[in-house]
């Protein structure tokens, strides 16, 4: 089953076109990975795919049905998650309470006014479970602006699970983080379920490389290669335009 599909999918800015007639199938429980240089466009590309800005010409479709038109919150509803380059928990809430608030989101009747927080055990209960699975626990008390950068990412990407999605976007999950902490990080997007479908924008060639079923190569908001990590390394417009001379001459893994 196919999972997200791109058709001539552009995004103008003004005069300026951040992405232009980009085409692409995710199928379901695949890891695709999105790389380029910076200002190629894959942010933007995020954003489309996410709901976060319209696409000026083309479809998004998730499963068969076309989300083109749809608002971002009726995408999360439908099953699509997304991280963010930046963190974007409370800062004055603690990680438990950011935790709360996200799984609260996914019961009927949301944010009533009329109904306590604190009087829903089973919320409490299932974040608790969602610390110690992640091994978070030891900083669930702790306020979102007093941990560290590499933890806070580690709490972004558990927020995006605590809806249960069926796509997941990961916008560079690894960004910043120690040569410790990016071990920490794929870890945990190894041990995402398979039937989940992630597209993943990474910087890190390594980690991208490493975590890729099929990868797609965009640049100057074009889309110029697509396939499985031996054939982007063997794509002398890749090694040319991102990957470096000095790649070009190595050996395809």
């Not at 199928?27 to 319209?54: C, D, H, S």
């Not at 019961?107 to 608790?128: I, Q, T």
Request: aromatic share 4%.
């Amino acid at each position: 089953m196919t999972a997200l599909v791109l058709s001539d999918v552009s995004r103008n800015f003004g005069g300026v076109r951040a992405l232009s007639n980009v085409s692409f199938a995710v199928e379901a429980g695949e890891r695709r990975l999105i790389i380029g240089p910076n200002g190629a466009g894959k942010t933007t590309l995020f954003n489309v795919v996410a709901g976060a800005v319209a696409a000026s010409a083309g479809k998004v479709a998730m499963f068969g049905c076309d989300i083109t038109s749809l608002s971002a919150h009726r995408r999360a509803r439908m099953g699509l998650s997304r991280t963010f380059q930046i963190t974007n928990l409370f800062p004055r809430l603690t990680v438990q309470e950011n935790v709360l608030l996200a799984l609260q989101a996914t019961e009927a009747g949301a944010f009533s006014l009329m109904r306590r927080m604190r009087c829903n055990r089973e919320l409490f209960d299932r974040a608790d479970a969602l610390l110690q699975e992640w091994n978070l626990s030891a900083i669930a008390g702790r306020e979102a602006k007093e941990i560290s950068y590499g933890e806070k990412r580690q709490v972004d990407l558990m927020l995006a699970m605590a809806l249960e999605p069926k796509v997941l976007l990961l916008d560079e999950p690894t960004a910043g983080l120690s040569a410790a902490e990016v071990v920490h990080v794929v870890g945990m997007i190894r041990s995402l379920p398979k039937e989940m479908t992630v597209l993943m924008i990474e910087h890190d060639i390594d980690v991208a490389f490493d975590l890729a079923d099929r990868i797609a190569v965009l640049h100057q908001g074009l889309l110029i290669a697509e396939g499985d990590p031996a054939s982007i390394r063997a794509d002398p417009r890749v090694a040319e335009i991102y990957l470096g001379e000095d790649e070009a001459d190595t050996e395809p893994c």
